[in-house]
């Protein structure tokens, strides 16, 4: 704009009489020092803001309501101390709850990881209509994970669900995917891996494409085939993105919630709480029995634990990233 | 998600390692290169793949077509006619159109404010200069460690305190900007938006806003795009707070659905004619600007 005009104005119009154009050229330039320096830090405070409120406020309010007696609707009781920490970790409930994490978890993210491995390094070659397979696989995301955990509900029904109705044609004995605790882990994890499958893939198909391709051909020339070239080349050169993927899927895991709160009507996890996670178990107690004392105390454990793994996979990657340079 | 862009750096610098050890032979097709298309076994097993994709929600569909008797008489193998009985089935039993026009709401709110706000916080990030912006930068990032999911009990304590549980507002409002979003659009912009442009409208008179507003924004549309739609189908699709702080009367898609499964837990049908229809309208957006989607993901995941 201004640019344009001092080209056709070459001659400059009048001007205001000197005093008062330096004073308002000194309040312009000060107003426009104050834009330089302070702009930026109120372009970034709605983030810093929100997440006071909304994300470190609670984090530490949730101590705050942990070690006192609270009520959903009396609201804050008396100071107990750690007593609802004991009280949590002395519960079987607590430690089924645990126990259900970690093994649905595993049961999602092991299986997954070598999925998407494997659908990756398909979708890396030189394909025909590029854009439609990776949408193919993307589909799954677009359903919520309630949506999937009632389709898999029926999928994995004990008496008319499609697995056990193929099962038994195959000649083997319905599974009661309802009632047995590995069984109904398995079926919970089989949802979050259809969901979450498709969504790595394209993750690790991104970090593949990034191996330059010469890489491959003088692999080709030694002799290496296509498998060869995948478990040798390919995983090995992926090892940072895979170990990204499970962290990330850890934490997302260990919150696992929605998929088993739908696996059955009542959502508490089964007749026996044979699937109960620990971000259920935290509803439970908070919204169900009205204990949001306890059920911030199992907060604050399910965030330790997330930490401790978080801390555990760090030295595991460093470990690995290591070996893999003194290779 | 939060983790993408930071992947690829990592596979980057071992490519290049490796690409250093082992490069400057001479050209010969690998997977992927320019040379021979695959074959049939390739465009098989991922035509499985797609199968499988889909398959969940076509027996939803096979399901949801028919009626309450249908699984005890066998598979069913072609759609009944039964889905719009059961379509009004679920508008019946749960408030169906309320339930769609909240996830609209919030999904469409929540995507803009996210994207304005991160684009907002991103361009500073990426093109401003400010005492400690490193280390807050450093910090955003660090947020993103902290899984929100866990301060649910206060944070549901602040809501009732403010008297906005059961309202719209509990949900829309934690969610207004995200870290991962100014993450991703420090990262984008900051190699999207020559510096030079930025000067130039500031000697031209405008104001760090206008800068915003008029290099800025246009600058970042492509990741703004992705983002957005990556917003609106995280909000569509999340359960677990909507679930604890929204009033049955007044929920959002999954909200509903979950209630549908507890008033109709026999009849299947129902069920799944309710999931087919919660799903569709995501389904649209994505058949639509999913393309944009996926080149984000990839985008994201090899950029540094």
Same mark, same amino acid.
């Given at each position: 704009m201004a640019i344009t005009d001092r080209g056709l104005k070459p001659a400059p119009p009048r001007r205001p009489p000197e005093s008062r154009r330096v004073r308002r050229i000194a309040f312009s330039h000060r107003l426009s020092h104050w834009d330089v320096k302070f702009s930026p830090y109120l372009y970034i405070s709605p983030f810093f803001l929100l997440f006071a409120i909304t994300g470190l406020f609670p984090l530490g309010y949730t101590a705050w309501v942990s070690i006192h007696n609270w009520?959903?609707?009396?609201?804050q009781g008396e100071f107990t101390g750690l007593e609802n920490y004991s009280f949590v970790l002395s519960q079987p409930f607590f430690w089924n709850a645990v126990g259900n994490t970690f093994s649905i978890f595993l049961l999602s993210s092991v299986p997954q990881v070598v999925a998407a491995l494997v659908i990756a390094a398909f979708l890396d070659?030189?394909? @025909?209509?590029k854009t439609f397979w990776r949408m193919g696989v993307l589909?799954?995301?677009?359903?919520a994970p309630v949506a999937v955990g009632l389709i898999f509900n029926n999928l994995f029904?004990?008496?008319?669900?499609l697995v056990n109705e193929i099962l038994r044609f195959l000649g083997f004995e319905g599974i009661r995917w309802h009632s047995d605790a590995t069984a109904s882990h398995v079926a919970i994890a089989t949802m979050v891996n259809f969901r979450w499958t498709g969504y790595n893939t394209l993750i690790f198909l991104a970090a593949m494409q990034a191996i330059p391709r010469d890489v491959y051909e003088s692999a080709a020339i030694d002799g290496a085939g296509r498998l060869r070239q995948f478990f040798s080349l390919t995983v090995p050169m992926l090892r940072p993105t895979v170990i990204f993927v499970v962290i990330t899927s850890t934490i997302g895991g260990l919150q696992i919630f929605d998929e088993p709160r739908v696996?059955?009507?009542?959502?508490?996890?089964g007749s026996d709480r044979q699937w109960q996670t620990l971000t259920m178990y935290i509803w439970e107690l908070g919204?169900?029995? @009205?204990?949001f004392g306890r059920a911030s105390a199992v907060a604050w454990l399910l965030f330790l634990i997330i930490v401790l793994i978080a801390v555990l996979n760090f030295f595991i990657t460093r470990r690995i990233a290591n070996q893999g340079g003194a290779k | 998600m939060s983790s993408i862009p930071l992947i690829a750096q990592t596979a980057g610098k071992g490519a290049a390692k490796a690409a250093a050890r082992k490069g400057g032979r001479r050209r010969r097709p690998g997977p992927?290169?320019?040379?021979r298309r695959p074959g049939f076994i390739t465009y098989g097993f991922l035509g499985a793949v797609l199968l499988g994709s889909l398959f969940p929600l076509y027996w939803s569909f096979l399901v949801g077509s028919?009626?309450?008797t249908v699984l005890s008489r066998g598979i069913p193998l072609i759609p009944g006619g039964n889905f719009l009985a059961n379509a009004a089935e679920v508008m019946d039993s749960i408030p169906f159109w309320q339930a769609l026009g909240n996830s609209l709401v919030v999904s469409t709110v929540t995507a803009f404010s996210v994207v304005f706000f991160s684009t907002l916080a991103g361009f500073a990030f990426a093109k401003l200069k400010f005492r400690g912006s490193k280390w807050l930068l450093v910090f955003v990032i660090a947020t993103?460690?902290?899984?929100?999911?866990?301060g649910v009990v206060p944070l549901f304590i602040v809501m009732s305190r403010f008297g906005w549980?059961?309202?719209l507002w509990a949900v829309i409002i934690p969610a207004l900007v995200t870290a991962f979003g100014v993450f991703w659009m420090t990262q984008y912009i900051r190699e999207a938006l020559p510096d030079e442009l930025i000067e130039a409208v500031r000697v031209d008179g405008a104001s760090m806003i206008r800068a915003f507003w008029h290099v800025g924004l246009p600058a970042a549309r492509p990741a703004a795009a992705m983002l957005a739609l990556f917003t609106f189908m995280a909000t569509w699709t999340n359960f677990f707070w909507p679930f604890i702080v929204l009033d049955p009367s007044n929920p959002t898609l999954p909200v509903a659905l979950q209630l549908l499964q507890a008033a109709h837990f026999v009849d299947y049908s129902v069920v799944l004619a309710g999931a087919v229809l919660s799903t569709i309208p995501l389904l649209l957006v994505f058949v639509i600007a999913g393309r944009q989607l996926v080149s984000g993901i990839m985008q994201g995941a090899v950029k540094g």
């Open positions: 009520n959903l609707i009396g609201g070659a030189n394909l @025909r209509a589909i799954p995301f677009v359903v029904a004990d008496q008319f669900g696996f059955d009507q009542y959502g508490l996890g919204w169900g029995q @009205r204990n | 992927g290169g320019t040379g028919h009626d309450s993103m460690a902290v899984p929100t999911q866990l549980t059961g309202s």
